[in-house]
């Protein structure tokens, strides 16, 4: 092996064994009939990427729309927590006004923890509303692959390629919710939602700029789907299940 390419080699070794590792947070127990909060920070409009033919038929923009994906996610946590003994707070989303330059956790060694710059605003939060555990929702970033191109996306909504008259349709949903313990005030497990499905019944032809209440009603339907599993999931990494279900905390 030629000395340069050596050195390049371990020079890429090195910086792949500088990348941390992060342990798992921690997970706590919650006693039956713990107030466990939500506050929802998803936009209710829903967002449409386009790729067309040229880089003059793409286009970025946002629908209002009748339905409330926020709010259907909100009706799903609030059932599952009913139903798994546990009362539900729904938090509306002025409650927590977050500077984008002062995210909720930061990485501290091998693991990630609550923002020292945010904690006070959360203790104070919980406090209020006498929490135990609190949930926060949030947009993320993402790609979806459509043919012959990628998207990057945020947050929930439509993403569209149009390419000499054959159609591509996707429903995205990139979604970060981080779940954070207030007594003791610590991050524990949370859940991402990175769902991209193809959607049937919408128009694959035509003027994708111009979405008809029937492909946004298609557009609900893939996206609400998943709700009720991705709500059970998150319910159970965070350990707010059924009395006798419960995993032993790990601190």
């Known amino acids: ?135 926060v929702v949030q947009p993320a970033e993402g790609r979806v692959y459509v043919p012959n191109a990628e998207i990057p996306v945020t947050g929930y909504g439509l993403a569209t390629r149009n390419f000499l008259a054959v159609g591509s349709a996707k429903a995205f949903s990139m979604v970060d919710v981080t779940a954070i313990s207030i007594r003791p005030l610590a991050l524990t497990q949370g859940k991402r939602m990175r769902i991209i499905e193809s959607i049937s019944g919408l128009k694959l032809v035509g003027n994708f700029g111009e979405m008809s209440e029937n492909d946004l009603a298609a557009v609900k339907e893939t996206l609400s789907a998943p709700l009720k599993t991705f709500v059970a999931d998150l319910l159970a990494k965070a350990n707010v299940v059924k009395p006798g279900n419960a995993e032993p905390p790990s601190r």
């Open 1 to 135: 092996m030629k000395p340069f390419v050596f050195l390049l080699s371990l020079l890429l070794m090195a910086g792949c064994a500088s990348t941390p590792v992060l342990r798992p947070p921690a997970v706590f127990s919650y006693d039956s009939g713990s107030r466990v909060g939500i506050v929802n920070l998803l936009p209710k409009t829903i967002k449409h990427y386009h790729i067309g033919t040229t880089i003059f038929n793409n286009f970025e923009k946002e629908y209002k729309v009748a339905w409330d994906f926020p709010g259907e996610l909100n009706r799903e946590f609030q059932d599952q927590c009913i139903a798994n003994g546990y009362q539900p707070v729904i938090l509306d989303s002025s409650s927590l006004q977050l500077s984008p330059s002062d995210p909720l956790t930061v990485v501290e060694g091998d693991v990630a923890a609550v923002n020292p710059k945010v904690a006070s605003l959360l203790q104070d939060l919980g406090e209020k509303h006498d929490l135990r555990l609190l949930f």
